[in-house]
């Protein structure tokens, strides 16, 4: 090699700027982890159960999305395993070329009629979906309306978009409808959350509807934290409204109550037909592997073949939410499996975490930007397969550290 060359570098970096200078300056995640309050990437040494193993440690999980505790599931398990049997563990390309095989179609077939639709499409990630489903329908004429608090990847797929993208305050009918007005003339799509994923609040979607109609725009709901949740037969947020044929989209994700990964769009057939050839998330990325898509399969047939999956989620909901507010602490806007408890600053948030975590409680921390500044919260979700003594501790563990941070 020439040794030249090989000194001349440095130099060249001094006299240009550093894309990595970014990263060499980046110290909060270390100061956390130096101070013990590091939450994130905590290891897990077990399924997504009540009750999991960190660090050799069998610890209560109210951190998990796993609504209907179907993750574990015998019959889930069973058909994940029996697809790799025939199908392999991959696809070995996309859906558009040769990634598509008769379980992604009999899935998007059986989701359609759970989400009484005429047509589904499955995505690699419900992440995807978002990217692919706003880009591929948002041109640079139109204009997209979302919630303030919308999920990221809607943020993303705006983004990705060449509309123009539009905000207006979190569940705030008035502010919607200033925003939607004076933009005749142009294509508009309104994106909303069903389930807001930390505040754990429900979309208003009656009002959104018409408000949505009036000014002749299109609604998608992102229903990732409404399905397996809400309606009575677990269809989300439009059932739980009765407002099943009014939404024009729905999205749903595999890794909440369908106990998988992966994500769908479901609609129109010729508006599904349309994202499915235009959509570039789908177009340029690897099929769901043929285990993923036959977990989801199961778990839907469980979902509509055990009903009292979701009673039990929601006397575990009402226990919780009943709980934690005798207790004295501040859960915002909540009225789901998501229960936010909102400490506001970062530094406590932090501690708290760590401290349930002694205590044998495995929550969540969110701190800005996925909140407000000033708004930090532990977030807490439940499952249909929390006992009431678990329960019980969990309620302990934070009466015990709500106490010693002075948040009750």
Known sequence: MDGRLVQDTPMAMKNNTDIFEKCFKFKTAKELQKAGVYPFFRIIESAQDPEVVMNGKRMIMVGSNNYLGLTNH?????????AIKKYGTGCAGSRFLNGTLDLHVN?????????????????????????????????????????????????????????????????DMADFERVLNNNNGRGKLVVVDGVFSMEGDVIKLPEVLNITKKHGARLLVDDAHGIGVLGKTGRGTAEHFGLEQEVDLIMGTYSK??????????????????????????????????????????????????????ERLWKNTHKMLKGFKE?????????????????????????????????????????????????????????????DEQLDKVLDAFKKVGKALGLI
Do not use: W
């Open 74 to 82: 015998p019959k889930v398990k069973e058909a994940a395993v029996e």
């Open 107 to 171: 899935l998007e077939e059986k989701l359609a009629r759970f989400m009484r639709k005429e047509a589904a499409l499955v995505f690699s990630t419900g992440f995807q979906v978002n990217l692919g489903v706003i880009s591929a329908l948002v041109g640079k004429d139109d204009v997209v309306v979302i919630d303030k608090m919308d999920h990221a990847s809607i943020v993303d797929g705006c983004r990705l978009s060449y509309g123009e993208v539009k905000r207006f305050k979190h569940n």
């Open 257 to 310: 109550s369908l106990a998988s990964i992966g994500g769908f769009i479901a609609g129109d057939a010729d508006v599904v037909h349309y994202i499915k050839h235009f959509a570039r998330a789908l177009i340029f990325s690897a099929s769901p592997p043929p285990a993923s898509i036959a977990s989801v399969s199961a778990a839907i047939d469980i979902i509509e073949n055990e009903p009292e999956r979701i």
């Open 327 to 387: 207790l004295g602490f501040d859960l915002g806007p909540s009225e789901t499996p998501i229960i936010p408890i909102i400490v506001g600053e970062d530094e406590i948030a932090f501690k708290s975490v760590m401290m349930l975590q002694e205590e044998g409680v495995f929550a969540n921390v969110a701190v800005s930007p996925a909140v407000p500044p000033g708004k930090a919260l532990i977030r807490t979700s439940y499952m249909a397969t929390h006992t």
